[in-house]
């Protein structure tokens, strides 16, 4: 590691991350010869273009933080600095360019009533920290440091209501809502496929059948369908990738007086069917 002795305090720094110019530590990639400065504990001055100063802790500039939770002290002029984005080694300040962001392993499993989902982390909470989280057919994963302050917060124990299939995300944080770790799993909170009321009328070529469906499909689903003389209705979870995908509009060719199920699938996966006896224009 090659090293700098800066005479602002006499700390050292990792020469491949930093450097020093008119006694003022800034990034290695500024280009910068004169800088705007700024006073932190041990009487460092850095370029706040970079760094900032939270308490007389350094941390960097794009931190969203407003206190610091891992606090290394250096021995080279007593500076504090953010452990979550510095290390210190035989007296060294060097950069971590990339936090470390804790992995949750988040589990799903029905609740105490449908709708709900009772979910589980793997990993003990760190001292200090929250959960909260945040549902929806898509969730952008958070990033370290990013403020979840409008995410739900959750005891990590109570059962959550949140809609089947749904991708949910845990994410913990430290007191002021920053992101220090997350997980997300799908929602499995019912057991029972929804009944579909299904109608056949005829089509509008011969032997064709128009199929219409209520309630209307699910965001997130897809339709398929089975005909037969008879059709046994899928139970809730069944794998219907055997069955035919239609688009919801289309009409379907089949025999008048058989039967036709439609079902709705998460992936593959029956969520809701229904039947009707076929009608076909002749």
Request: charged residues 15%; hydrophobic residues 40%; contains cysteine.
């Amino acid at each position: 590691m090659a090293t700098i002795k800066a005479p602002c305090g006499g700390i050292q720094l990792d020469g491949t991350k930093f450097k020093i110019v008119g006694d003022v530590i800034t990034s290695i990639a500024s280009v910068a010869t004169t800088f705007t400065t700024v006073i932190v504990c041990g009487g460092i001055k850095f370029d706040s273009v970079y760094f900032k100063n939270v308490k007389n802790v350094l941390t960097v500039a794009g931190s969203a933080e407003t206190t610091i939770d891992d606090i290394l002290i250096g021995s080279c002029g007593g500076i504090a600095v953010d452990g979550d984005y510095f290390s210190i080694s035989n007296g060294v300040m060097a950069f971590n360019a990339t936090p470390v962001l804790k992995t949750l392993t988040v589990a799903s499993a029905l609740g105490a009533k449908s709708g709900d989902t009772k979910i589980t982390v793997t990993e003990p909470i760190t001292a200090g920290n929250t959960y909260v989280y945040k549902y929806g057919l898509t969730v952008t994963n958070p990033t370290y440091d990013q403020s979840l302050s409008t995410w739900t917060t959750w005891d990590g124990i109570s059962d959550i209501t949140a809609p089947v299939d749904n991708k949910i995300v845990i994410a913990e944080v430290t007191a002021s809502k920053d992101c220090r770790g997350f997980g997300y799993t799908t929602v499995i909170s019912e057991d029972t496929a929804k009944v579909l009321t299904v109608t056949s009328i005829a089509g509008t070529a011969s032997g064709d059948t128009k199929i219409s469906v209520s309630p209307v499909l699910t965001a997130g689903r897809t339709y398929v369908y089975k005909t037969n003389t008879t059709v046994t209705l899928p139970v809730y979870g069944a794998n219907l990738s055997t069955w035919t995908a239609w688009n919801g509009t289309a009409d379907i060719t089949a025999t008048t007086g058989n039967e036709i199920a439609i079902a709705e699938v998460f992936g593959a996966l029956c969520r809701a069917t229904g039947k009707h006896a076929v009608v076909s224009k002749a």
